[in-house]
């Protein structure tokens, strides 16, 4: 999350500020711009989801953050991605911003169903009171509902509980067996402070059987586990130091949660702190009740295994753009074998006063969710990979990885890639036609010495879905339109799309 901008829509009669369609893009699917809503002064957008329709591979809706208005933008094409409606979401009121955009389409009430954060900004400028919310679009993502409240916050400085609920994800059981075909499943990360003092950072779920109008209460399942052991505030091993949680779901219906978790002491090097493994929840009744986690893979993501930004966040050598090493979680929906994909320093100079980054990523695999293997490379060469996204493709069992790539060590540019196939037989197919700038951008400028016009944001993750025919459906974020804006020349920030 990392947005602020000022609407310029009005609010309907009941408060809400509803969804607006701006434009539409033409053109053939491969490298295609999506975003034309404002081709003058190219306003940023990242953090793309791209989904398709289970019922129809030539229908997809993807998202972003837009910088251009106050909320998430929508990309909506019912041609396999030759033509698409784009535009600005609902909101829950003409003063909240919304980030962190994802899409599901749920086959049984035939909504298409968008979950995204919606805050408020300080006077100095901080996000408050975020609520995880969700948008209902009854004609296949052209417009859009008066946002549903699924996870409220609290900021209110007189309350002493305050709540920030972030980084939401959202999935549908797609599978006419599934006892739960349906159901879709909401994950989120509830920051909790207490007098203004952190406190704690938990996993919540709740689940909606009508196509997301009506939610379950939300419950906390991030559960206990003796790996556990650094606690701010909790007791008995809680597990609440937590962010990046995905859900997905396996073909009889089991539903299974992956975060990243930073409590696990046993793992830190002398002198950091903060290393992240990744854990796993699983449900069996639908979401009714969850196992406790279990621990699959430590991370070297700690205080000393990565430089740090002007912000003081994580980046890459020689760049300034924020990173972090999650990815995903994916169920084959043929045979339910699980894969976690992630991208980490441990080939890179770690534990270490000056960091030097050799990222790579990789892959976990279970058959139950419990017992895992790996890490496995996806992609270990030169230089640094990072923002993985695994899906599975239905039609031939692949796994698909995207990921922004810069393959030269402390190269300036950089590529996306997607790499299918199966853990050790891989394919590597460089998806850009152009190379992305983030040391010269137009946006989220650093303004330090070396570095003065190098980006600190350019999202948090990017987007792959497979259709039913084996399409692979790709978008993310790309920094290779150059743009000249008064006396100011830099990168922009725009989506892509393209289809293989």
């Known amino acids: 999350m990392l947005k602020a901008a000022a609407p310029k829509r009005a609010a309907a009669p009941s408060g809400f500020l509803p969804s607006e369609i701006e434009c539409t893009v033409r053109g053939r699917p491969d490298n295609l711009n999506l975003d034309c809503d404002d081709p003058v002064f190219e306003s940023p957008n990242n953090e793309p989801d791209i989904e398709v329709d289970p019922k129809d591979p030539d229908h997809m809706i993807a998202s972003s953050n837009d910088y251009e208005s106050c909320c998430d933008e929508f990309y909506t094409t019912f041609n396999g991605g030759r033509t698409w409606t784009t535009g600005d979401m609902s909101a829950e009121d003409p003063n909240r911003i919304g980030s962190d955009p994802v899409t599901v389409f749920d086959p049984v009430s035939g909504n298409a169903i968008h979950a995204s954060l919606n805050f408020l900004i300080t006077e100095e400028g901080l996000g408050d009171d975020g609520d995880v919310v969700v948008s209902l679009s009854k004609d296949g993502g052209l417009t859009w509902g008066d946002p549903v409240v699924v996870g409220e916050g609290i900021g209110d400085d007189d309350d002493p509980l305050q709540i920030f609920n972030d980084k939401e994800w959202i999935v549908t059981d797609t599978n006419p067996d599934s006892p739960y075909y349906g159901r879709t499943y909401l994950t989120w990360t509830a920051f909790r402070s207490r007098l203004g003092v952190y406190t704690e950072s938990p996993i919540f779920e709740a689940h909606s059987d009508d196509g997301g109008v009506t939610w379950t209460e939300p419950q906390e399942i991030s ?253 993310w974020t790309d920094m290779s339109r150059l743009i000249e804006f008064e006396d100011t020349i830099g990168y922009t920030e725009n989506i892509f799309f393209s289809r293989r």
């Open 223 to 475: 559960g206990s586990d003796p790996t556990c052991t650094y606690q701010e505030t909790g007791r008995g091993r809680q597990c609440d130091e937590d962010q990046f949680s995905v859900p997905t779901v396996g073909p009889d219906g089991t539903l299974y949660v992956a975060f990243e978790n930073a409590q696990h002491e046993a793992a830190w090097e002398a002198g950091e702190v903060f290393e992240s493994q990744y854990m796993v929840v699983r449900s069996t009744d639908g979401g009714e009740s969850f196992s406790g986690p279990v621990s699959v893979v430590d991370l070297e993501d700690g205080t000393r295994d990565y430089p740090v930004n002007v912000n003081d966040r994580q980046t890459l050598t020689d760049y300034q753009i924020r990173v972090n090493s999650a990815g995903n979680i994916v169920a084959s929906p043929a045979n339910g074998k699980l894969y976690i994909v992630f991208s980490d320093n441990r080939d890179g100079v770690h534990d270490a006063d000056r960091p030097v980054t050799d990222t790579n990523v990789y892959m976990m695999t279970s058959k139950d969710g419990i017992h895992w293997r790996g890490p496995l490379d996806v992609a270990d060469r030169p230089g640094d990979q990072w923002f993985p996204w695994a899906e599975v493709n239905p039609a031939n069992g692949e796994v698909g990885v995207i990921y922004h790539d810069r393959p030269v060590p402390r190269g300036s540019s950089y590529a996306t890639t997607l790499s299918e196939g199966r853990p050790g037989h891989w394919r590597h197919d460089v998806i850009t036609s152009e190379r992305s700038h983030p040391r010269n951008s137009l946006y989220f400028r650093a303004r330090v010495k070396g570095c003065f016009k190098c980006a600190t944001f350019h999202g948090d993750y990017i987007g792959l879905d497979y259709g039913s025919d084996g399409s692979a459906n790709l978008a």
